[in-house]
T-cell receptor, first 118, second 116 residues
Framework: AQKITQTQPGMFVQEKEAVTLDCTYD???????LFWYKQPSSGEMIFLIYQGSYDEQNATEGRYSLNFQKARKSANLVISASQLGDSAMYFC???FGAGGTSYGKLTFGQGTILTVHP | EPEVTQTPSHQVTQMGQEVILRCVPI?????FYWYRQILGQKVEFLVS????????KSEIFDDQFSVERPDGSNFTLKIRSTKLEDSAMYFC??????????????FGPGTRLTVL
């Protein structure tokens, strides 16, 4: 079964500290893509970071990094130096293998609400 | 920076009425998607569209739903006879896998549909 799970409904972090948001997945596919999106209270979906299943290096984008542990099937998002504007819902999403094609639907986790305290 | 746009931002309709949600994907993107998010729940895939035809659809995307690319810029989602349970945020997304292996999907700001 292809499944993606975010087990933390809510997380709290102090401003300027780092926080890790968990994401685990289940698939027998060898080729897949992992994405993180941010959804502020205004509702839009903002792409943050991508990790391909064959990428050996963990992806980084500014303050965002992805702790990809393939054997454990986890793709946790690390936000360093949290800011008040980071308060939002965060979704992990996965594009499961599609016969070698690089396009296809995203399957989303349940989301984690992050609250950054001053 | 190019972005996906959606209109209207909020649509209120009576049960049984037809609605059309509009999207303008990022120019030169080739793949288009519709997702929905019922309030407080996760985002669910509805349909993908490529080369003027549906590539994949979910079980949610029944005969009441249809998609169309009527011209070179717009991508629409039509719900023929809305039900109360169609109330949700509807997101359009687009991607171009030729730009890189990630095939990142960029989302529009969403249309909040309320069915009364």
């Amino acid at each position: 079964a292809q499944k993606i799970t975010q087990t933390q409904p809510g997380m709290f972090v102090q401003e300027k500290e780092a926080v890790t948001l968990d994401c685990t997945y289940d698939t027998s596919d060898q080729s897949y893509g992992l994405f993180w999106y941010k959804q502020p209270s205004s509702g839009e979906m903002i792409f943050l970071i991508y990790q391909g299943s064959y990428d050996e290096q963990n992806a980084t984008e500014g303050r965002y990094s992805l702790n990809f542990q393939k054997a454990r099937k986890s793709a946790n998002l690390v936000i360093s130096a949290s800011q008040l504007g980071d308060s939002a819902m965060y979704f992990c999403a996965m594009r499961f293998g599609a016969g070698g094609t690089s396009y296809g639907k995203l399957t989303f986790g349940q989301g984690t609400i992050l609250t950054v305290h001053p | 920076e190019p972005e996906v746009t959606q209109t209207p931002s909020h649509q209120v309709t009576q049960m049984g009425q037809e609605v059309i949600l509009r999207c303008v994907p990022i120019s030169n993107h080739l793949y288009f998607y519709w997702y929905r998010q019922i309030l407080g729940q996760k985002v669910e895939f509805l349909v993908s569209f490529y080369n003027n035809e549906i590539s994949e659809k979910s079980e949610i995307f029944d005969d009441q739903f249809s998609v169309e690319r009527p011209d070179g810029s717009n991508f629409t989602l039509k719900i023929r006879s809305t039900k109360l349970e169609d109330s949700a945020m509807y997101f359009c997304a687009s991607s171009d896998p030729l730009l890189g292996a990630s095939d990142t999907q960029y989302f529009g700001p969403g249309t909040r549909l309320t069915v009364l």
